[in-house]
C-alpha cells in the first residue's frame, strides 16, 4: 500500500469516528449566506434520512452512507445514498401519471397509467443492489472529478412494481431491437424547459431479465420521493445510473441508446487498461455493464475499541453485479492471512448477501479489518487501488476498518 494512501485511510478512520458526533452539523450546517439554486421541495431531499448521511454535493444533491449506516439487510429509506443529476421534479401528478413505450423498435406506441400498469400486470417483489458506478472514486490517486464517493454509494432496498419485459411485450419488441432507454421527469440544472439532464439504458437482453422491474413501491411503501415517485426503472447489478427515477417514458432502441450520459465518456472505462492520469480519446471507451465484485464491513464502525480476549463478530454485505458471491475472506493482518466468513445466499438474483465472521485478536494495539469477496467465477477484489480510470468509475477495491485493542 502506499504511504499516502495508507495515511489517508488513517486519517478517514480517524474522520469515521468523529462523524458520529459532528454528524448533525455536517449535514444541516448551511453555510451563512448560502443561496439555493434549487426550488425549495428540492431542499426537501434530505427530509426524513439519517442526520449521519454525508452530504458530497448539495447541487444536485449527492448524498452517501458511512459504511456503518449501512447494517441492516434491507436499506431502508433513511439511509439509502442520493444521487441526483438535476432537480427533483416540482409537481407530481400521481393521478395524472403515465408510462409511455415508444421507440424505433416497439411495434406500437402504448401508455399506462399507474392503475393500468397494476391491474393489467402481475407484480413482483425483489430485493436489488444499486451502486452508483462512481462510488469509491475517492479511492483513486491522481485523484479523478465528480462527486468523491467513498463506499456509501450502494443500497440493497426491496422493490415492488411488474416486470419490464411483460409491458414490452405488451407494446410489442420488433426483431431489431438492441436497447431501451428510460426519460425521467426531473429538471435540468439550467432549467430549461425540455432539456434532458440523463437518460440511459440497458441492452435488451439485461432489460427482459426477470428482476428488471417498473416499481412503484420501495420497501413496502411509496417510492421515496427523491428516489424516484410516483415510478422508477429498477435494475439490478449495473451501474445505478441506469436505474430511471421519476420515470415517464422507455423507448425500445434499434442503436444503443443515445440519450444524455449514454455518449462521451459518461459511465464508461477505457477498453484498454491506462496508466494513472492518462485519458485516452472517446472511441477508447466502452460502457460500464455488470458491476465488479464488492463487499462492505457494516459492523463495527470504523475506530471501535475491543477489549483484549472477546471475540468480534463482524458482519457485512458482498455483492457482484450480475454474478453471486462466492466467498468472503476477512484478514485482520493487511492480507497476509485470510479467514472465511460464513456467507449467505442472497434473497433472491442481484441482491446483496449478508456476511459474518468471528474475529481473535491476540493481543493489544492497532488492526485493520479488511474483507475480500470472490464472485462465481473466482474473480476477487484487488486489495489496494484497481485499474484507474479516468473518470474514476467502478472501485471496488477492499473496504478496510481501523479497530483498537486495549
Ligand atoms: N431521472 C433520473 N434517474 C436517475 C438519476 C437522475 O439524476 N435522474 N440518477 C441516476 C444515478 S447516477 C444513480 S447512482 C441512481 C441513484 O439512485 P438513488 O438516488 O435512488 O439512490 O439513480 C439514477 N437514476
Ligand atoms: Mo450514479
Same mark, same amino acid.
Given at each position: ?116 400498469? #397494476?391491474?393489467?400486470?402481475?407484480? +413482483?417483489? @425483489?430485493? !436489488?443492489? /444499486?451502486?452508483? *458506478? &462512481? ?85 413496502? #411503501?411509496?417510492?421515496?420521493?427523491? +428516489?424516484? @415517485?410516483? !415510478?422508477? /426503472?429498477?435494475? *439490478? &447489478? ?169
Amino acid at each position: 500500500m502506499r504511504e499516502n494512501d495508507r495515511r489517508r485511510f488513517i486519517k478517514q478512520s480517524v474522520l469515521g469516528t468523529l462523524g458520529t458526533i459532528l454528524s448533525t452539523e455536517a449535514v444541516f450546517a448551511i453555510p451563512e449566506g448560502y443561496t439555493p439554486l434549487f426550488f425549495d421541495n428540492d431542499r426537501d431531499a434530505l427530509k426524513g434520512k439519517s442526520t449521519e448521511m454525508v452530504v458530497l454535493n448539495d447541487r444536485p444533491w449527492n448524498v452517501e452512507a458511512p459504511a456503518h449506516l449501512l447494517d441492516d439487510t434491507v436499506t431502508p429509506a433513511e439511509k439509502m445514498f442520493i444521487r441526483n443529476n438535476g432537480i427533483v421534479p416540482e409537481t407530481i401528478d400521481v393521478k395524472g401519471w403515465t408510462l409511455t413505450i415508444n421507440g424505433e423498435s416497439a411495434m406500437t406506441k402504448k401508455v399506462y397509467t399507474l392503475e393500468d400498469l #397494476k391491474k393489467k400486470f402481475k407484480a +413482483h417483489t @425483489y430485493q !436489488l443492489t /444499486l451502486e452508483c *458506478g &462512481g462510488n469509491g472514486r475517492a479511492g483513486y490517486f491522481p485523484s479523478t472529478s465528480g462527486n468523491q464517493w467513498t463506499n456509501g454509494g450502494v443500497s440493497c432496498a426491496e422493490w415492488t412494481g411488474v416486470r419490464l419485459r411483460d409491458i414490452l411485450e405488451d407494446a410489442g419488441i420488433k426483431e431489431d431491437a438492441v436497447y431501451i432507454g428510460y426519460y425521467g421527469k426531473d429538471i435540468h440544472p439550467s432549467r430549461e424547459p425540455g432539456k434532458v439532464v440523463i437518460s440511459r439504458g440497458v441492452p435488451i437482453k439485461k432489460a427482459l431479465e426477470e428482476e428488471t422491474l417498473i416499481a412503484w413501491a420501495m420497501n413496502g #411503501k411509496d417510492i421515496p420521493v427523491v +428516489h424516484g @415517485y410516483p !415510478l422508477r /426503472l429498477v435494475i *439490478g &447489478g449495473w451501474p445505478a445510473s441506469v436505474s430511471g427515477k421519476w420515470l415517464h417514458t422507455i423507448s425500445i432502441r434499434n442503436k444503443i441508446h443515445d440519450g444524455p450520459k449514454m455518449t462521451g465518456k459518461s459511465y464508461k472505462v477505457p477498453i484498454n487498461p491506462v496508466e494513472p492520469g492518462v485519458d485516452p480519446p472517446e472511441d477508447q471507451f466502452r460502457i460500464i455493464e455488470s458491476m465488479p465484485v464488492k463487499s462492505l464491513i457494516t459492523y463495527p464502525q470504523t475506530g471501535a475499541m475491543l477489549a483484549l480476549g472477546k471475540p468480534l463478530q463482524v458482519r457485512g454485505h458482498a455483492w457482484a453485479g450480475d454474478l453471486q458471491v462466492k466467498q468472503l475472506e476477512v484478514s485482520i493482518d493487511f492480507g497476509a492471512t485470510w479467514q472465511k466468513a460464513d456467507l449467505k445466499a442472497p434473497k433472491n438474483r442481484l441482491a446483496w448477501q449478508h456476511w459474518t465472521a468471528e474475529l481473535t485478536f491476540p493481543k493489544l494495539g492497532y488492526y485493520e479489518v479488511w474483507a475480500r469477496a470472490t464472485d462465481s467465477k473466482g474473480v476477487s477484489q484487488p486489495m489496494v487501488m484497481p485499474q484507474w480510470n479516468p473518470e474514476g468509475y467502478i472501485n471496488n477495491s477492499c473496504h478496510r476498518i481501523a479497530v483498537k485493542v486495549v
